[in-house]
């Protein structure tokens, strides 16, 4: 039995933890340097310190406590379920970590040589050969810094590839508006006029709203494949078929490919080009501002454009090259290299059929926890969803309850909330994500404690607007936050004692 989720958590707010220049204390130190006469009289004139550096000062445990305490403060995978849809917030196995951390990987500095480095070279050619296979590409590039970055590339090379078949008249990308927030954008810093089209009520692409768009103007048609809505395109075949007819390319978000990551293959499915997040699905964490990872995959033809440089193998040798019709670079060195290792580590370590499980749980657990909320608030679609579903909370405004409410009652019942007003094309939208890591009893507690809170909305509506009160800081204006921003440099400024 689990234990109720108001007990679990301790009743009272926890104290904000000061800043790291608030606790210093002068002379404090973690390290102690042996002290040794620096000649500086050879430095450039100028680039001498004439002042302290103002840096905080802090033993080594006050330094560890604090970081410790303030992580501590917040909600994490680690500590707690975090279903924020769209996000992927999975538990990535530790070992992982242990791979990257092998000093033959750790030590490698990136302008070794290739000689130097054909242990690391390999990896990364091995990892590309899995994601083709995975993907159902012809090619892959692993450069890409971020899913968004992946877009971009992908966006680059139907740039390039029309204009080396002197169709640089297509200028348009056709973006469905269940598609997630980096594609428009993408699309616009890739140079390009953007177009919405708009979902059916059922949430699936309206096929009447692509052809009418759909021109001789269009280059690419970005799907988000299985949408922010957790649904599958019921008429991808379709789309696929109007798209190519127009002569336009067809790109894959496979953002979300945790949803059918070894079931089926964007280059099956008819798409050009596709981008993954490794740091979603392949054993990175997503979120808190760490390297990323947006490999992505193309048909043969595009494969001259993609970035460079590129991984060669002739025999047991590893070279990197350039290709003349690529695209250029769009990333120092190899891309992110830790996080690809992780990737490769974690896709040998499940193989095909691991990987087939990841997904299967992903669908089951999304469909188990939507089966259980059903009834409680509505939500997208016909009932089945893929990883992730929407749910809103619409119906709960005559009592003055809003999603945001629910989110924030939710951080007092022991959870990071869920996405919440995303997608845009629901009203009051709450957008779960529980991912295949997360076991039958935790999806019976969150479900429990969110059917309590929807129940609260009649009962004690003020319950929720009070929430969260068991998190440090209760409900800062968001809003202000981020259209006044106050930034400070501390190092600008004298140091606080
Ligand atoms: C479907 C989808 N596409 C694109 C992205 C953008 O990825 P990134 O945050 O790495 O730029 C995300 C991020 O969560 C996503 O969920």
Known sequence: MSEPSEKRESASRPEMEPSIWEISRPGARGVRPVSRPVDVTDLPPGICRQTPSGLPELSELETIRHFTRLSQLSRGVDTHFYPLGSCTMKYNPKVMDRVVSLPGFADLHPLTDEEGMQGFLGALWTFSELLKEVLGMDAVTLAPAAGAHGELTGILLARK??????EAFRTEILVPDSAHGTNPASAAMGGFTVRTIASKA????????????L?????????????????????????VRKVKAAGALLYMDGANMNAFLGVLRPGDLGFDIVHINTHKTLATPHGGGGPGSGPVGVREFLSPFLPNPRIVRSGKKYSVVDGEDSIGRIRSFHGSAGVLLRALAYMRMLGEEGLKRVSLYALLNA????KKLEGVLPGMGDGLCTHEFVLSARSLEKEGVRAVDLAKGLLDAGYYAPTI?????VPEALMVEPTECESRAMLDRF???LIRLVGLAASDPDRLHRAPEKTPVSRPDEVKAAREPVLVDPLAAPVRR
């Not at 059922?202 to 768009?213: N, R």
């Not at 469909?367 to 939507?370: Q, T």
């Not at 007003?421 to 094309?425: D, G, S, V």
């Open 161 to 166: 590839y029309f204009e080396s078949r002197g």
């Open 447 to 449: 479900a429990d404690d």
């Open 215 to 239: 021109s001789e103007r269009t280059a690419l048609v970005m799907i988000t494949a299985p949408s922010t809505l957790g649904l599958f395109e019921e008429e991808l075949s379709e789309v």
């Open 367 to 370: 469909n188990y926890l939507r």
């Open 202 to 213: 059922s949430g699936h692409i309206d096929l009447e709203a692509l052809s009418a768009a």
């Open 421 to 425: 007003y995303f997608p845009l094309i």
